[in-house]
Each structure stands twice: as C-alpha cells, then as structure tokens.
C-alpha cells in the first residue's frame, strides 16, 4: 500500500517576508506612478457646462475672446447671434469662452445654451483668478486675450462680428 504524501506545511515566516516585501514594493510603484501622473496633470483653470477640465494653455495658440454675459442682459442675448457666426466663421484664428456673470448651475447653464442657441464653449466656473481680470461693472463685457497670455478691454456692450475683428485688428497692433 502506497504512502499517502502528505502535504508539507507552508513556512509562514517566508510567506509574511515575501507578502510584506511584495506589498511594499506594489506600495512604492503606485506611490512613484501617483506622483509622476499629479505631476504631469495640471489642475484645471475652469470647468465647462459639460463637466469637461479646461485650461487657458490650450488657447496659447490663438486669440481668446472671453465673453461675460447673463440671461437677465438684453444686450448679452442680441449678441449671441454675432457671437455665433464668429465663432462659426473665426475659429481656426480665435476662440470664444463665455462666462456666466451669474452663478448658476451647470444645468441651468445647460439648459441657457439650448434656449439661446449658444454654438461657442460656455464656462461654469469663473476663470478670473486664473485670468488676471476682475468681474466686469456692465454687460455684456469681452476681453481679448492673446496668445502669450496679455489682456485687452472690456469691450462694452453688444459687440458685432465687424467690432470684434476691430477689436482683435487693434490689439494684434499694439500687442
């Protein structure tokens, strides 16, 4: 009759070493991986109606048109159409961010940009302190921004798509 074999005992002095060891090592690598991924991300300058992260860097390659508006300002709501058809017929050249003067719900906002027709991205948080201005004292009120970064305006009140390309002519002069 063949000897059952049985089963040796796990050495469980080994098993706590390597577990312990592998543990900290794992714990070490996501450390370094955690750290090296904050560091490559930056935080967001603002937020859109969408929930997306944004960053005024992406617009380092163009001219920004930061539009303040809100759904109480008549002016604001004529300007919309304007705004549109720059947006439609510039932006490979500029690019229009418009901010809430109101601080509302993303929804809310959601909801502003359907009943407006709103084409152009629409900011859910302020992005003043990232921007170096401070709220406007009338609306509607635009700003340019160029590319490195230096500030024109406001420009007040509703604007044209003719007073637009006006505005951005004479700020490329003088930038």
């Given at each position: 009759m063949k000897k059952k074999q049985m089963?040796?005992?796990?050495n469980y002095i080994k098993i706590t070493k390597v577990t312990k060891y592998t543990s900290l090592k794992l714990s070490i690598m996501g450390l370094i991986v955690g750290l090296f991924l904050n560091a490559c991300s930056q935080p967001a300058d603002f937020y859109y109606v969408d929930g997306r992260e944004g960053r005024l860097k992406d617009y380092n390659?163009?001219?920004?048109?930061?539009?303040?508006?809100?759904?109480?300002?008549?002016p604001c709501i004529e300007e919309v159409p304007e705004l549109n058809h720059f947006y439609q017929q510039y932006s490979d050249?500029?690019?229009?961010?418009?901010?809430?003067?109101?601080?509302?719900?993303?929804?809310?906002?959601?909801?502003?940009?359907?009943?407006?027709?709103?084409?152009?991205?629409?900011v859910a948080s302020i992005p003043k302190p990232n921007l170096g201005i401070g709220m406007p004292t009338a609306l509607p009120a635009n700003y340019l921004r160029s590319p490195e970064g230096k500030i024109f305006g406001p420009l007040l009140g509703p604007q044209t798509l003719e007073s637009l390309l006006a505005a951005f002519t004479n700020a490329k002069k003088s930038n």
């Open positions: 089963l040796q005992p796990i390659d163009k001219w920004l048109l930061i539009n303040y508006w809100a759904e109480w300002c008549k050249e500029y690019a229009i961010l418009a901010v809430s003067f109101d601080s509302v719900e993303s929804i809310v906002l959601m909801k502003q940009v359907e009943k407006y027709n709103m084409l152009y991205p629409l």
